[in-house]
């Protein structure tokens, strides 16, 4: 996993950033993805809120997908990829029309000792 922006970007939105990074790739004719899913908290300190839907770049390179985290500065495990498209608008995890509640939903990752 690799940080590809020089500042700590953390206060820009997931999206924004993964775009950016994909739109990036590609002017440099570089095959991106843009990939979303869930990352877990496993290894990193905790914080005061849960982690929620993320979003992360892949590009193709040596005859494989590579991942790349736009915005994390380290490292990170316990992806849940839930899917990977052209860009954010392709791969919603969902899209509604009217008035949906979402009355719960949870995911749990937890790291296993090898």
Do not use: C, K
């Not at 495990?77 to 954010?88: C, D, S």
């Not at 949906?100 to 090898?114: D, K, R, W």
């Amino acid at each position: 996993m690799v940080s590809i922006l020089p500042y700590d970007s953390t206060y820009l939105p997931t999206v924004i950033n993964t775009s950016l990074a994909v739109t990036s790739g590609r002017a440099l004719n570089i095959p991106a993805r843009y990939a979303t899913g869930y990352l877990g908290d496993i290894g990193v300190p905790l914080q005061p809120t849960p982690m929620d839907f993320s979003a992360w770049f892949e590009v193709y390179l040596q005859n494989r997908w590579w991942t790349f985290d736009a915005r994390h500065v380290h490292p990170r495990i316990g992806r849940v990829l839930m899917a990977t498209g052209r860009a954010a608008s392709g791969v919603a995890i969902t899209t509604s029309f009217g008035i949906a509640n979402l009355t719960g939903f949870s995911v749990v990752t937890e790291g296993v000792v090898a």
